[in-house]
């Protein structure tokens, strides 16, 4: 699972975000715990235009990282603002 995890890792820092988002996707399916994974995943998306599920995956992230800096960068990602329409929009998912 490393392999997938690193070659994820090298596809994002390429900026191929489709090969990045598979790859990753396949280390969170093995490993659901595996928050790295789960961040640069959201990352992807968000690099791909996918806001939907780059806000959602980044909110998994800040979940399972309460105490650990991912969680800033994550929340900064994310609306500051509750009235936000996107944000709206996850809740009700």
Not at 3 to 26: E, W
Request: charged content about 25%.
């Amino acid at each position: 699972m490393d392999d997938i995890f690193n070659a994820g890792i090298q596809s994002y820092r390429n900026s191929d975000y489709v090969t990045a988002i598979a790859q990753l996707s396949a280390v969170v399916e093995g490993n659901q715990q595996h928050w790295v994974a789960w961040f640069y995943l959201g990352l992807a998306y968000l690099k791909s235009h996918d806001m939907d599920r780059a806000y959602r995956i980044l909110r998994v992230v800040a979940a399972m990282c309460p105490e650990d800096h991912l969680k800033a960068m994550s929340a900064a990602l994310l609306p500051e603002d509750d009235d936000d329409p996107d944000f709206e929009m996850l809740e009700a998912s």
